[in-house]
């Protein structure tokens, strides 16, 4: 793959049975239609199915800055072109199938990427995960990360602080209008102090206000590239492999712990797992590579992402259940907290 075997077919072979045209890079055959098409993702990228004459089906991601909170909020002008045009999805192991076809650009700063149509392979939403599949997920990422390890930081890729700083209040407040999400995150925020102690809420804050000095500690260990949205609507299994889908707005080096711990704090309300459980596979998929202090690190940056989440789930949710899981889920996270701060204190 690379940006030299991008391609496009002909004007001609564009025109779709409900009138409408474009170009898709990479992907040479005549359009018989294509349609929106709906899914987990809440960026605001416009995904559409298409399917060719000789049967073959595909999706098109259309990403434009101008219209993607995430891509504004990262300050994303075109990281999934020009990982594209790098030979990054060339270098990503064969455990993991990335769907990925071409990538152009679009517009001024928007990108457009083809991919093979790899939805019934995704875990669908409400699905609940098996530990044993979580375990093969936690392992294709743990060789992603020994692929790239060996290497330097490709070119086009997130810095770490914009990670822990796109969720965080400020940054909500500013989409809180016209997106889903940040409304929702301002929420959660807004009550997440009342559930955790005063000195985890503390750190949070400080990420939030300082993403740099956290990114700063992590950056000091043994960094990688890490995808950083290992959420189950990205991923599902297909012939042996781990599909992993979304790369660029989040795609960052640092540390594997990064990844992990976006993994645990996003999906383990839907692993038939433990948290405890869930974090010795974490341990167990890096082998003699694991970094304990990396772990610890990102766990704090994880809640610092996602406790807006948790918050919500535990005063929201009609379930006395759920109320009662993410209450428990908050009770642990604030335990990993506690202990990242004492390591810290103790320096």
Request: net charge neutral.
């Amino acid at each position: 793959m690379g940006a030299a075997r991008l391609a496009s077919v002909n004007e001609r072979d564009v025109t779709t049975s409900v009138g409408t045209s474009g170009h898709l890079p990479g992907v040479h055959g005549t359009l018989a239609w294509r349609r929106p098409l709906t899914s987990d993702g809440r960026s605001g990228a416009r995904l559409e199915q298409v399917q060719l004459e000789d049967g073959r089906r595909l999706v098109v991601k259309h990403i434009d800055p101008a219209s993607d909170w995430i891509a504004l909020a990262t300050g994303d002008v075109g990281r999934v072109f020009v990982l594209w045009s790098s030979g990054v999805f060339d270098r990503v192991p064969e455990v993991i199938d990335h769907a990925v076809l071409a990538v152009g650009p679009a517009g001024e700063h928007g990108s457009k990427v083809v991919m093979r149509d790899v939805s019934a392979d995704l875990f669908a939403g409400g699905r609940r995960l098996s530990r044993a599949d979580s375990r093969r997920i936690l392992a294709a990422a743990a060789e992603l990360h020994r692929t790239f390890r060996r290497g330097s930081p490709p070119d086009g890729l997130t810095p770490l602080a914009e990670l822990y700083r796109f969720l965080s209040p400020s940054v909500a407040a500013r989409f809180a209008r016209d997106a889903a999400v940040p409304a929702l995150t301002l929420r959660g925020w807004d009550r997440f102090g009342d559930l955790v102690p005063d000195e985890v809420a503390d750190a949070v804050a400080h990420v939030h206000k300082h993403p740099e000095t956290l990114a700063r500690l992590l950056t000091r260990r043994t960094c990688t590239l890490v995808h950083g949205d290992l959420k189950l609507a990205n991923l599902g299994l297909r012939d042996g492999r781990v599909v992993v889908l979304d790369w660029g707005s989040l795609t960052t080096w640092a540390p594997a712990a990064v990844d992990f711990a976006w993994f645990l704090a996003i999906n383990a309300a839907s692993i038939d797992a433990t948290h405890d459980d869930l974090l010795a596979d974490v341990r167990a998929a890096g082998g003699a590579d694991h970094d304990e202090e990396a772990l610890r690190l990102a766990l704090l940056g994880a809640l610092a992402q996602l406790g807006w989440e948790k918050a919500l789930g535990a005063t929201d949710s009609p379930d006395e259940r759920v109320r009662q899981r993410e209450r428990a889920g908050l009770a642990w996270w604030s335990a990993r907290v506690r202990e990242t701060i004492d390591a810290l204190d103790s320096r």
